[in-house]
């Protein structure tokens, strides 16, 4: 319980980071963060009791500065939210595809780039999504640049961080 991942807000409420409970419990104790959510039940020491937090907010303003994301796998695959962008099927076993294939003169960009199945990016093979008869779920784009992002498995096990989170799209 006390390595398990705390959101951690601005005071604006935007989200910075993840942080551990220990963590999440020393910024409260000292009056650096509040709590704003707390459903995992208490945690005892010799002489107090502090609430294990799943959401904190900090009492003064972080500013960071904001840089675009990488083309990776890993990060097309949070973008879409580790689903087939052509079947709908929501996997860990992605491949990348290029919408418009490279021999064709497509670009290894945001917006040219899905996570698709093994079936799926075999059946569409080196054709345009049209060739092959398959619709794209959603158009890709480069992902918000919100200088923060939860692996997806996390938004999974904590339904509660939903409403301190901007939309995914």
Not at 69 to 85: G, I
């Amino acid at each position: 319980m006390i390595d398990s991942p705390v959101l951690v807000l601005n005071q604006s409420y935007e989200p910075l980071n993840l942080c551990r409970t220990r963590r999440a419990i020393v910024l409260v104790f000292r009056g650096k963060a509040e709590v704003l959510e707390n459903n995992r039940g208490e945690l005892h020491s010799a002489n107090r009791v502090f609430q294990i937090p799943s959401v904190i907010r900090l009492v003064y303003m972080v500013s960071r500065p904001r840089h675009q994301k990488k083309l990776s796998r890993s990060e097309v695959f949070n973008r879409d939210q580790y689903t087939c962008q052509y079947c709908g099927r929501q996997t860990k076993e992605l491949t990348l595809d290029h919408v418009i294939p490279r021999r064709r003169g497509g670009k290894h960009a945001w917006d040219n780039v899905v996570s698709a199945c093994i079936p799926c990016n075999r059946h569409k093979g080196g054709r345009t999504p049209d060739e092959a008869r398959m619709r794209l779920l959603h158009q890709p784009h480069p992902p918000r640049n919100d200088g923060f992002y939860i692996p997806y498995h996390l938004l999974n096990n904590h339904g509660e961080w939903q409403k301190y989170l901007p939309s995914l799209n």
